[in-house]
């Protein structure tokens, strides 16, 4: 089950919902300013490193499907290649209309691994 940012946003605090973690790649293999495609329970994301940071977000932008692996990163503002729409790479929140977003993941970093995390019952 996949929690959306939306579905916070309204007030539920995802009490009673457990987040696994998955190890999808070493930070050493992302250089910063760099992004890859990553698979955790089938679905396709898209980690970014970004100073230092890694950021995880499904890798479909919800507006037409472009790959958000191939986007432009301004600060945390990530812009999708096909029609430029844009999202904050933190809470998925679009600056250009917040009814839009994109689901973001928890990153953690344990030593060099690089975890991603999902949400289950």
Partial sequence: MRIG???????KDGRGLKTKFFTVAKTSEID???ARVVYVQGIEIALFNIGGEFYAVDNL?????GPLVA????GIV????????????????SPMNPA???????VQI?????????VTD
């Fill in 78 to 93: 990530l812009t999708c290649p096909w029609h430029r729409w844009q999202f904050h790479l933190k809470t998925g929140c």
């Fill in 110 to 118: 344990e030593g060099e691994q690089i975890r991603i995390g999902m």
């Fill in 100 to 106: 839009v977003q994109v689901q973001t993941y928890p």
């Fill in 5 to 11: 940012r939306l579905w916070l946003c309204l007030g």
């Fill in 61 to 65: 932008c919800p507006h037409e499907g």
């Fill in 32 to 34: 910063p300013g760099r």
């Fill in 71 to 74: 986007g432009t990163v301004q």
